[in-house]
C-alpha cells in the first residue's frame, strides 16, 4: 500500500525535450507538494496545492507546470528540459490547513538530461 | 543567512554512543519542527516532529526544541550502523503552507 507514489521512478531524456511526472496519493491528505532535490542533497519547494489550489509557487522557470486534477493527484510537466533539470524531483503530500502537519514523501523520480 | 542551517558533516559516532544533530532557523515565526531521515538514493521519513519548546522522546530519539535561541535538535541513543543516513531539518512558518529544508546533516555510525 503505498501512501505517496510516483512515475515514472527513472525518466533519462534529451534536452529540449518535454516530460511528465505523476504522482498520487491515497492517505486522503488535501495538500500536495513538489520539491527539487539537487546533487547536494538540498531539497527545495517548488510548487505546492490545496484542494486543486494552486499555494506555494515559487521561483521556477516557467517551463515547470503542475496540474492538479483533484486533491489526490499532482502531475509535474517540465518543458524544453535543460541539463539543469537533471535532479530528484519527489512528490509530497500533508493534511489540512494547518501548518504543523508532516509531510509523507513519494520515493522520488530521478531525471538526467543527456 | 540561510534560512535553515545545519552542519552538513559527516558526524562519525561509535555504535551505542549518543549522536546529537542541530539544526538553527533565522525566521522567529517558525512553529513547526521536523526530523527527516534520508538513506542514499530514497525518500526522506518522518522521525520526528515538535511544536512546543523542551524535550519530546520516541523510542531512541529526542527531539529538542529551544525557540529563544532558534535551535532544534535530534539525539540519537544506542546509535546504530542502520542509524547512518543524511538527517534533514524542516521547519514550517506560521500561516504558511511552505516547509524549509535544511541541507542536512551526514551521519555515520562506526560498527
Known amino acids: 500500500d503505498t501512501a505517496v507514489s510516483q512515475t515514472p521512478k527513472y525518466l533519462v531524456t534529451q534536452m529540449g525535450n518535454d516530460k511528465s511526472i505523476k504522482c498520487e496519493q491515497n492517505?486522503?491528505?488535501?495538500?500536495m507538494y513538489w520539491y527539487k532535490q539537487d546533487s547536494k542533497k538540498f531539497l527545495k519547494i517548488m510548487f505546492s496545492?490545496?484542494?486543486?489550489?494552486?499555494?506555494i509557487n515559487e521561483t521556477v522557470p516557467n517551463r515547470f507546470s503542475p496540474k492538479s486534477p483533484d486533491k489526490a493527484h499532482l502531475n509535474l510537466h517540465i518543458n524544453s528540459l535543460e541539463l539543469g533539470d537533471s535532479a530528484v524531483y519527489f512528490c509530497?503530500?500533508?493534511?489540512?490547513?494547518?501548518?504543523?502537519?508532516?509531510?509523507?514523501f513519494g520515493d522520488g523520480t530521478r531525471l538526467s538530461i543527456l | 543567512q540561510k534560512e535553515v542551517e545545519q552542519n552538513s558533516g559527516p558526524l562519525s559516532v561509535p555504535e551505542g554512543a549518543i549522536a546529537s544533530l542541530n539544526c538553527t532557523y533565522s525566521?522567529?515565526?517558525?512553529?513547526?519542527f521536523f526530523w527527516y531521515r534520508q538513506y542514499s538514493g530514497k525518500s526522506p521519513e518522518l522521525i520526528m516532529f515538535?511544536?512546543?519548546?523542551g524535550d519530546k522522546e520516541d523510542g531512541r530519539f529526542t527531539a529538542q526544541l529551544n525557540k529563544a535561541s532558534q535551535y532544534v535538535s535530534l539525539l540519537i541513543r544506542d546509535s546504530q550502523p542502520s542509524d547512518s543516513a543524511t538527517y534533514l531539518c524542516?521547519?514550517?512558518?506560521?500561516?504558511?503552507?511552505?516547509?524549509?529544508f535544511g541541507t542536512g546533516t551526514r551521519l555515520k555510525v562506526l560498527a
Open positions: 509530497a503530500s500533508s493534511q489540512g490547513a494547518s501548518s504543523n502537519q508532516p509531510q509523507h
Open positions: 492517505l486522503g491528505h488535501d495538500t
Open positions: 496545492y490545496n484542494n486543486k489550489e494552486l499555494i
Open positions: 525566521d522567529r515565526g517558525s512553529q513547526s
Open positions: 515538535i511544536y512546543s519548546n
Open positions: 524542516a521547519v514550517n512558518v506560521l500561516g504558511t503552507y511552505k516547509y524549509i
